[in-house]
């Protein structure tokens, strides 16, 4: 039985790419994780289709609606109803009319969880991303509607090593072929980024249409390859920052100002894991990015480890009044106040200390400490850059800023101003006596 599972996995995910002994490894291993928990289910939706995988994978609500796919899965042909853009389905009552928006946004994702169909998405990296562009290739109509594309890579330790060179040289010919992309997600293995541009420069790719770009680890060479953004984030998680100092942007600093500057149209710029900020790095981004309105800085704005007390508070006083050279900036969003560097390190990060009859003691004292960090925090960005519209910590606005006649900020509004411990008593009500509270009774 395990032998039968295995060969019809094989089939559905196609073993014509790559090494078979590879293959096997990876569709044994995830397979004997994968049977317990969403197996059956994505292979039944799966096994007799008729249709592209990549349509299976739309993030689309009429595609979601499962008695939609069993109508197509009956049609004659489902996949020229799909993908031929000038095709009409006619006599149809209305749910069933295809949405002229269902090729909007595409994805290329090989890991996957908790999809709204109650599946998941586990497969082989490479093999994934040869055969949805093979399938997005023979479907005329997504290349002509996608204006979103997501791509994001996810090796495991059985995917092959690298790329085949004709995935990499079919990557290219599909992104040419998409005339209405605007929004790119680049999310490829930091190791790999330089064998897609030197390929994409070899091919002279440029997505001319792309104006929101999305960017992943070591992967700023898609910056040039999209010259019109205005738009630009660097996507890494926070948690990545933390513990791997050495596999930052920084490493090629000098590199991503420059491409950066090759960005005339760049109005917003959302950028994080950096060592740390500091006044000459915030200097030089106003400098490479003169057209910058909005800038969002993620991770830590210092190094908390080196400067703390009046020192810190200083510091990053100094990294937000560089940014008053950046005279076309209106909006700046801070990082998390645990990431200021103003004396707030998150609270506990167990979630036991949160738990039980008192947990809520805890909940209020590290509230507190983000209200000090962000009263604290927006006040120095207010003072350095009274001129700005909006300043956000972790994307959180005020409830008010009131100015005086000249337009200097006097007084910044939260919902906890002037009513901390009645605000933390809301958020965060003791427990009565009776009350059962994780498992526990309240006496």
Not at 94 to 99: G, H, K, Q, T
Not at 226 to 246: A, F, G, Q, T
Not at 364 to 384: F, K, N, P
């Amino acid at each position: 039985m395990r032998i039968d599972v295995l060969s019809l996995y094989i089939s559905l995910v196609g073993c014509s790419h790559g090494s078979t002994l590879s293959t096997l490894l990876y569709l044994q291993h995830r397979l004997l994780y994968l049977l317990p928990h969403q197996l059956s289910v994505h292979m039944t939706s799966l096994v007799e289709t008729r249709l592209p995988v990549f349509v299976h994978d739309l993030r689309h609500s009429w595609i979601e609606d499962k008695a939609n796919l069993a109508w197509l899965e009956q049609r004659p042909d489902p996949l020229h109803d799909l993908c031929d853009p000038s095709g009409e389905i006619e006599g149809q009552p209305p749910s069933r009319v295809i949405p002229r928006d269902l090729f909007d946004r595409l994805d290329i994702d090989n890991n996957r969880y908790q999809l709204p169909r109650g599946e998941s998405v586990d497969r082989h990296a490479w093999i994934n991303l040869q055969n949805r562009l093979e399938e997005m290739k023979k479907c005329p109509a997504a290349l002509q509607q996608v204006t979103y594309l997501n791509l994001e890579i996810f090796l495991s330790a059985f995917d092959e090593v690298d790329p085949n060179e004709n995935t990499i040289e079919l990557l290219a010919d599909v992104l040419l072929s998409m005339p209405n992309l605007a929004m790119l997600r680049w999310n490829i293995p930091t190791a790999f980024n330089p064998r897609f541009e030197k390929t994409f420069a070899r091919r002279g790719v440029k997505l001319m249409g792309v104006t929101h770009l999305t960017v992943g680890s070591k992967g700023h060479f898609i910056i040039s390859v999209c010259p019109n953004i205005e738009d630009l984030k660097n996507e890494i998680p926070v948690h990545y920052c933390s513990w791997k100092p050495r596999l930052r942007w920084e490493e090629s600093i000098d590199v991503l100002l420059q491409v950066f500057s090759g960005a005339k149209k760049l109005r917003n710029l959302s950028i994080g894991c950096m060592d740390t900020w500091s006044p000459e790095f915030a200097r030089e981004i106003v400098v490479a990015v003169p057209n910058l309105v909005q800038l969002t800085m993620m991770g830590q704005l210092i190094n908390t480890w080196s400067e703390s007390g009046m020192e810190a508070t200083a510091l990053v006083h100094s990294v937000l009044y560089a940014l008053r050279e950046a005279h076309n900036l209106t909006t700046l969003h801070l990082p998390e106040s645990y990431d200021l560097g103003l004396g707030f390190d998150g609270g506990p990060f167990c979630g036991n200390a949160y738990m039980g009859p008192s947990g809520y003691l805890t909940s209020r004292q590290t509230m507190r400490g983000h209200i000090t960090a962000v009263d604290q925090g927006i006040l120095l960005a207010w003072t350095a850059l009274p001129h700005l519209k909006n300043i956000t910590i972790a994307g959180t606005p005020p409830v008010s800023v009131q100015r005086d006649e000249k337009g200097q900020v006097m007084k910044v509004t939260h919902e906890w101003t002037g009513r901390v411990e009645q605000y933390l008593e809301e958020e965060y009500p003791a427990p009565k006596k009776g009350d059962i509270v994780d498992g526990e009774l309240v006496t």
